[in-house]
């Protein structure tokens, strides 16, 4: 988040929604899940995890 900016972004769009990512995430359908701090993603989207030489997780979308 850029100044309580939140960037949305789809398959063909991004939206930027002035507000704070917890007030998009109560309001979102059962398939959105909080991946980290800064994220929220659709798990139904979700393809593979991918495992970095440093041990963070990268999630591969569909």
Request: hydrophobic fraction near 40%; charged fraction near 25%; avoid cysteine.
């Amino acid at each position: 988040m850029e100044n309580e900016k939140t960037q949305i972004y789809t398959q063909s769009d991004k939206y930027i929604f002035k507000g704070r990512l917890y007030q998009i995430e109560k309001n979102l359908p059962s398939d959105f899940i909080m991946a980290s701090r800064s994220a929220v993603i659709n798990y139904r989207k979700l393809d593979h995890l991918k495992m970095l030489e440093n041990g963070n997780l990268v999630l591969v979308l569909a």
